[in-house]
Each structure stands twice: as C-alpha cells, then as structure tokens.
C-alpha cells in the first residue's frame, strides 16, 4: 500500500517525516480493533483503535480519530490522533494539530502543531528543541 494511496498526497516531498516513507506495509481501518503487541522492521497506519504495545523498527501513525491505549516505541512517530501511554521515538516526533497525548514523551526531535495537546513530561534525548508550527500544507479534506 503506497502512501500516496493511503493519504492521497500528491505534493512534492519536502521535510517531514511522512515524506521519508514510500509505503505502509500495514493498516488498521477506522472501524476496527486491535489488543495486542506490533513488532516488526515496517511502517504502520492506524486510524481504528489500539490497546497495546507496539516496538518497531520503522514508522507508526496514529491518523485523526484513532485512539491508543499503551507504549508506543518506533524510530518516527506521527500522532494525530489520541493516545495514553508513553510515547518513544528513536529519530523523530511529530504531533499534529489534532493530537491528544496524555503520557511521557521521549525523542530527540520533537515537532508540535498549533493546537496538539500535551500532558505529561517530555525527554529530549539529545541537546534538540521542539519545534512548533502552524500546518500549511493542506489536508486531503480540502482536496476532496
């Protein structure tokens, strides 16, 4: 699954971390449940909900409406949706406009949209800054 398909981006790729990933190898649907454990070396989309754990070696988001409930490890994290638990990033955090984290955050960049809220303490691992911005690029919602 191309992540073109999957969020329907058709801009050039610039900076972010979303533009550094060509595909999703797995995805979890809106209106579907998952309780368990995600290990892997792949990238993973969820826009359902999650009660678990998940230690990968690659990209996880969190699309708009998903919810998760546990710790979360992965080398970049894309949270737009809604979590409690900590959050672990290896490389790079990014929380969207709509982000709702309540938990410990530990990444050593860290990048936090104009109206994502945070509660709890956050770790930067190395001597970085967060980075905070207003979204500019527009949403698939627009274009449809």
């Known amino acids: 699954m191309k992540l073109d398909d999957v969020l329907n981006i058709g801009k050039p790729k610039h900076r972010r971390t979303l533009d550094q990933v060509d595909e ?8 579907s ?9 792949d990238n993973y989309i969820v826009y359902g909900e999650v009660q678990g ?8 988001v969190l699309g708009q409406g998903g919810r998760w409930r546990g710790n979360i490890r992965a080398v970049n994290v894309v949270i737009a949706g809604d979590v409690q ?24 960049v860290v990048a936090m949209a104009q ?16 980075t905070r911005f207003n979204e500019r690029r527009e949403s698939t919602e627009k274009e449809k």
């Open 85 to 108: 638990g900590d959050i672990h990033a290896a490389a790079k955090l990014e929380l969207a406009g709509t982000a709702r984290v309540r938990g410990k955050i530990t990444s050593p």
């Open 24 to 31: 999703f190898t797995s995805m979890l649907g809106p209106q």
């Open 33 to 41: 449940s998952y309780t368990g454990v995600f290990q892997g070396k």
């Open 115 to 130: 109206g994502a809220v945070h509660d709890g303490q956050l770790r930067m691992t190395k001597s970085t800054h967060v």
């Open 53 to 60: 754990e998940c230690d990968i070696e690659g990209t996880l």
